[in-house]
């Protein structure tokens, strides 16, 4: 039996915010079939919940069609969702993905991730191609705050 869920993240509303699909128990499926579900039901990304060695749960996300290693809205629907039917109790988990092992923390009804570091690196950009990027004019002087 396939227990799913379709959830909006980021938002209290009906048909708003950022919808996910959520895949329960799917330690069975192969990869070929999360690919099809996620394909079926058609979100930009669905997560897949399996049991994990390395930490609480292990999830993997699957767009109509790739798998991708981390997917922000897919997660916080994820563990929305699981609490919110009862599925974990627990405050403080530890979530692996294809990207690593991050921090998740249930407080009230919301949902807090923890983040990649970021990497930093060095570019050079002109003015022009940034106010091209921005649809604005270039300017003789720049002025950063």
Do not use: W
Not at 114 to 129: D, L, R, V
């Amino acid at each position: 039996m396939l227990l799913f869920y379709i959830v909006n993240a980021f938002t209290n509303k009906p048909f708003k915010g950022n919808p996910a699909g959520v895949v329960m128990e799917a330690e069975m499926f192969h990869e070929k079939t999360m690919q099809n579900i996620a394909s079926m039901l058609k979100c930009c990304e669905t997560a897949f919940v399996m049991n994990s060695q390395r930490a609480d749960y292990k999830l993997r996300f699957f767009s109509p069609k790739r798998e991708v290693d981390l997917c922000g809205h897919a997660i916080i629907a994820t563990f929305y969702t699981m609490m919110s039917q009862g599925f974990i109790r627990k405050e403080r988990l530890k979530m692996e993905t294809k990207a690593g092992i991050f921090d998740i923390e249930l407080r009230g009804n919301k949902v807090f991730m923890e983040q990649a570091k970021p990497i930093f690196i060095e570019t050079n950009i002109s003015k022009g191609e940034i106010a091209n990027a921005l649809g604005i004019e270039k300017a003789g002087k720049m002025i950063c705050l």
